[in-house]
């Protein structure tokens, strides 16, 4: 057994002394760097998160554990590609981003049963997840972990935490659990149905539970299971609050406008995705510096038929949608910005569609269009930040709505 664990060690040396050196970044996350965090999947992403410890209460806060030898205390995959993914599209004012700091030392996942070498780790963790949910007692929780962190996080929920914590646990997933064998594809004490393990096809290390196999490729990358990740915390998240749909996280590859200060708020989807056309206008928009957004238009009656806007500087049209309908206007002053939104479901003979829209300008003014129902979503700009354009699908109507928001440096 100990020429086994040594095995296991110096592979595992060798490969962390292989990977190229990071510069781990501080961040406390304040006025000047908040923008960023709605922003796609960073090319160089944020590998310390502290909003539950330095921030203020959210609705929602996300716990994240790393794997051996990853930088404090996200790591570069796939946490800091999954939390961007959730801040996204719920919003950096809703949700707060958390890493859980332990040492995540090769010594102990080293261990060839089903429990880690050092428990005081596990207590380490317990303790951090219980102070910042009770600092913020209202708040749900969503969870992950990577590798050692996931055997973590399965350890504390499964065994540290008392019902009324695990309660508030909406969701949890794993990437590469060192435990995942051992405990039967399942977090002991915790409901089957609210959890998902990723397991990448040549893992070795959760497909049959060997601890050598994190020297090798399949355990190494997760980044790809970020997205549908996102996608399970988000349909368990609106399952348990009941919201009237479940947030779609977009298709569009945004790391181009992160220069632009452009962020894409949660797309509202009437009808299912691929139903008509794609539109998107920040294509339109990449040679601004600071868009001007002038007016705000559209057509509608029954539902939502056409959507428009009107940016200064930018000649060409950025209109969706087709010709039915009345036409509603919000024309902005100089100093006015478009602020608030509010999007609704509707049907069309039967069919999802977008039903209802509705604009506020920063001084009050509106135009909506479509009837509104009780299936809605409503939008707000962050700080210093304000809706320039459009995104979604649409045909002879608007299928799917997203807003496209701006925040200055």
């Known amino acids: 057994m100990k020429f086994f664990i040594v095995v296991v060690l110096v592979l595992q040396c060798a490969l962390a002394l292989g990977l190229p ?32 410890l330095d921030g203020k209460c959210k609705k929602i806060m996300f716990f994240y554990l790393r794997g051996s030898t990853q930088e404090p205390n ?15 599209t719920l919003t950096a004012e809703r949700i707060a981003v958390q890493g859980i700091e332990y040492a995540a030392s090769l010594l102990d996942n080293a261990c060839v049963n089903n429990q880690l070498c050092r428990p005081r780790e596990v207590t380490t963790a317990e303790r951090q997840i219980r102070q910042y949910m009770d600092k913020c007692p209202e708040a749900v929780v969503l969870a992950a972990g990577y590798s050692q962190g996931a055997a973590m996080l399965s350890s504390v929920i499964s065994n540290r935490l008392e019902q009324k914590y695990k309660d508030r646990i909406t969701a ?22 609210l959890v998902q393990m990723f397991c990448n096809k040549l893992d070795p290390v959760c497909r049959v539970g060997v601890p050598l196999g994190a020297a ?8 790809k299971s970020a997205k549908p990740a996102a996608e399970f915390l988000i349909k368990k998240l609106a399952a348990a609050k009941r919201w009237p749909s479940v947030p ?9 406008f992160a220069s632009m200060g452009l962020t894409f708020r949660n797309i509202f989807r009437g009808a299912p995705k691929g139903t008509s056309e794609a539109f998107n206008d920040a294509e339109k928009l990449g040679s601004l510096t600071e868009p001007r957004l002038v007016n705000v238009y559209g ?8 959507l428009g806007v009107a940016v200064d500087g930018v000649a060409d049209v950025l209109e969706h949608g087709g010709k039915g309908g009345d036409y509603k206007e919000m024309r902005l002053d100089e100093g006015e910005f478009w602020t608030k939104a509010e999007v609704c479901n509707g049907q069309k003979k039967g069919k999802d569609r977008i039903g209802y829209f509705r604009a506020e300008s920063s001084k009050g003014k509106n135009m909506e269009v479509g009837k509104r129902t009780n299936q ?30 701006h925040v200055g440096s």
């Open 21 to 52: 050196a990071v510069i781990v970044p501080k961040s406390n996350h304040g006025e000047r760097d908040r923008h960023t965090h709605s922003l796609q999947v960073r090319r160089n992403p944020v590998l310390v998160e502290n909003e539950a």
């Open 74 to 88: 996200m790591g570069k995959q796939p946490g800091p590609q999954l939390a961007e993914y959730l801040r996204q």
């Open 172 to 193: 949890v997933v794993t990437f590469g659990n060192t435990m995942q064998v051992y405990n039967k594809n399942t977090i002991p004490n915790f409901p089957p149905d």
């Open 216 to 223: 090798l490729p399949g355990h190494l990358d997760y980044r």
């Open 248 to 256: 779609v996280i977009a298709d569009i590859d945004r790391s181009k």
């Open 299 to 306: 057509r509608g009656g029954a539902r939502v038929d056409f």
């Open 376 to 405: 809605c979503q409503k939008y707000v700009a962050e700080k210093g930040g304000y809706f320039v354009g459009l995104y979604g699908e649409a045909g002879s109507e608007i299928d799917s709505l997203g807003l496209i928001e």
